[in-house]
């Protein structure tokens, strides 16, 4: 068994590092196409709040609303005052994964927009298109390629944004911390999959930026990823050793494992660690 702390980096989990700085995220403009604005939805489990991301190409006059964010009616004119002010109108709204801080003001978002939203899960759509891994969706002159990254849910999706050479991540990588596996939804090993998917980019295409779901942007991608990938590994670790030691119900084993973090995150880490335990069970690794 690795010794799990000498794996960490710098950054730590929502609360894990009480004494280090915390970012915000900046809004307005990140990237030549992206821009954010940000929901008043602050909480331990959604840092800042919601990013929500307005994508345009330069000189469109349509723009392209990613996550339009929780129901709040003040939130959702503003992101239609700040595309409008651009000399733009909102043409679709695509959403990352179901999650209410995400995808709970989609349908009034459409409604003020009149654009049809986007999503994986059928439920979450409104007018007659879907999304699927590997689509190129072209509005504007704007591509964005849609990368499955099942893991925080099932639904769970990034999009490239081919020409900033980003990737908007929604729950999957945040801009500070590490996130949940939302089990029984989430699964870890697919979540590690999407974990490597979102690297191999950074190797194979170049991107280097991350435009979060919550947080602020992250510049060094493959860093980032790489952290994720080491912080999970761990604490998968730390789960099994806390396993051999005789710790046993997910609410045992939090109380062990996540003893350094903001104990308003435990609900979320007790689903990351059923998350775990499956993924242990599954592989035999106990
Ligand atoms: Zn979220």
Redesign the pocket.
Known sequence: MNDAPALRAGAGSAGEEPGAPEPRVREGAVTERAACVLAPNPSP??LDG?NTWILAEPGATTAVVVDPGPEHEGHLRRVIDAVERSGRRVALTLLT?G?P??ADGAARFAELTRSPVRALDPRLRLGDEGLAAGDVITTGGLDMRVVPTPGHTSDSLSFQLVADAAVLT??TVLGRGTTMVAHPDGRLGDYLDSLRRLRSLTVDDGVHTVLP??GPVLRDAQSALDYYLVHRASRLAQIETALENGYRTPAEIVAHVYADVNRAVWPAAELSVRAQLDYVQERGLM
Do not use: A, F, I, Q
């Open positions: 489990m959604t919601t994964h999650h801080d995400h929604g729950d779901g919550h």
